[in-house]
């Protein structure tokens, strides 16, 4: 007898074995148990969280023998046929190579007549979301008014696709992607039925490389069972899924977090050699940053770092070693290598960039130190400015006659230098306008009086152009 995959040996038969969708399932019942079921149903979610098992349950309930029943038998040749998804009245029809009008033109001729042996003839159209405009036209009339022996279910992983008035004529479901915690009780349940002994490290590590998908969880499942000879272990896992061990994934970013570059780019080359998938090997290391983000904000909480981590100590000794900025710019630089990676012709030179450029915030001074070091600075020249213009006073300078002159001579060039600089703040602007309603008697002197502080507008414009240089440093790493 040929092998058949857990994914299908162990899909649900009944509205209470359905994995992660307790709140649909219980609203199904209910409508089947007071005879409000809609003509019309769309299923919405990723791949993997319930939609077709769920739809399969729903027209077993409404066709069964001893039905409508919240409960169908499950043993009777209707129920049989439609788990096998070969039932004459259920016609399951995939939406992506069923796109024309005519196609649907053919549902609508066909709808009319009446199902061979069930109670109701049930449509179940799959990624409907693929049908053209035409075709989703077509179907309105049937939909918003079907004969009373049919019913129509949707399914689609992308509903924003759909046309308004196919989404007013369905009742609509979402289902959500089922928590890592329920899909490694699912799996541990599975193992039991299998008579496998699994890890319960392992089991959680599957768990979690489904992302809320359990067909995904199954498939790597089978995979392990496979691989590690009838047992699951943490280790035929990660040979399932292509992972690199934790901690030479970790050795990469404590060499970044050094600034030792070269041993960074050691470490990823030999993990290449060894066989690690170049993508695999950036979603680890976008995993371990966000793992070391974990430990240095939430502390050393086990159910939210990765499952194929490092040990615990570890990861606090590294994340001890790199601020939080730091960690935030490195999840930058990764994830962008992930997204480009993915249309270069090789992309192992763009991971390679991503990791020399972590391995270069070790060389770069945080923000707001260098902001504190400006304003000192700032501070200092203001002050020596301020000196110099006291012993000017002190020492005897030039008389008033050519101080008269020489403020002349500034009121003569000040229209040509306002006239250079025309994108000026108005603060600066300021010491101008108020010497210009002085008195024509009172021309104001270039150099400011003794013991008088000057704005110093060389000092801001010293510090802000240092800002701006600091800015564009930031902008081009």
Not at 87 to 116: C, F, Q
Not at 233 to 254: F, H, M, N, P, S
Not at 372 to 401: D, F, I, K, Q, V
Request: net charge negative.
């Amino acid at each position: 007898m040929p092998y058949t995959v857990l994914a299908r040996r162990y899909r649900c038969k009944t509205f209470d074995e359905v994995v992660g969708q307790d709140a649909i399932a219980q609203t199904l019942k209910s409508a089947i148990a007071h005879d409000r079921v809609a003509h019309a149903y769309l299923f919405c979610g990723t791949r993997g969280v319930g939609k077709t098992t769920v739809a399969r349950i729903l027209a077993r309930a409404l066709n069964c023998e001893k039905g409508p029943t919240p409960e169908p038998c499950g043993t009777c040749d209707i129920c049989q046929a439609i788990h096998r998804g070969d039932d004459v009245d259920v016609l399951e029809i995939d939406g992506a190579s069923n796109t024309g009008v005519d196609d649907v033109r053919t549902l609508r001729e066909n709808a009319h007549y009446r199902p061979a042996r069930a109670r109701f003839k049930i449509y179940y159209i799959d990624e409907v979301h693929m049908l053209s405009r035409s075709a989703f036209n077509a179907l309105l009339k049937i939909l918003e008014e079907p004969p009373e022996h049919v019913k129509f279910i949707f399914s689609t992983t992308e509903p924003q696709r759909l046309p308004a008035t196919i989404l007013s004529r369905c009742q609509r479901f979402d289902f959500r992607a089922v928590p890592t915690e329920t899909i490694a009780d699912h799996l541990t349940w599975i193992c039991e039925q299998e008579r496998v002994a699994p890890q319960a490290e392992a089991v959680r590590a599957i768990a979690r490389e489904g992302r809320g998908s359990v067909r995904d969880a199954l498939t790597l499942l089978d995979q392990a069972i496979a691989v590690g000879d009838g047992a699951v272990t943490l280790e035929a896992v990660r040979q399932t899924v292509g992972a690199a061990g934790g901690e030479q994934v970790l050795q990469i970013l404590a060499a970044c977090a050094e600034g030792d570059a070269g041993s960074a780019l050691g470490t990823f080359a030999d993990l290449l050699a060894s066989g690690a998938d170049l993508g695999s090997l950036l979603e680890q290391l976008i995993r371990q940053v966000r793992d070391l983000l974990v430990v240095k904000t939430c502390a050393e909480e086990a159910e939210l770092l990765d499952a194929f981590g490092p040990d615990r100590d570890r990861l606090a000794e590294v994340a001890e070693s790199m601020a939080v900025p730091a960690l935030v710019a490195c999840l930058g630089y990764l994830t962008e290598a992930r997204s480009r990676a993915r249309y270069a012709v090789d992309a192992r030179p763009v991971a390679e960039l991503a990791i020399v450029r972590m391995a270069s915030l070790a060389e770069m001074e945080p923000l707001p130190e260098v902001v504190a070091h400006l304003e000192s600075l700032g501070r200092s020249l203001a002050g020596a400015g301020t000196g110099a213009g006291t012993g000017a006073g002190a020492g005897g300078g030039p008389s008033a006659s050519a101080k008269a002159g020489s403020g002349g001579k500034a009121a003569k060039a000040a229209p040509s230098r306002q006239g250079g600089e025309k994108k000026k703040s108005k603060k600066d602007e300021a010491p101008h306008v108020a010497h210009a309603e002085e008195p024509s008697g009172n021309v104001p002197s270039a150099r400011p009086a003794a013991g008088e502080r000057g704005p110093a507008p060389d000092v801001d414009e010293a510090v802000r152009k240092a800002l701006d240089i600091f800015d564009g440093r930031i902008c081009q790493r």
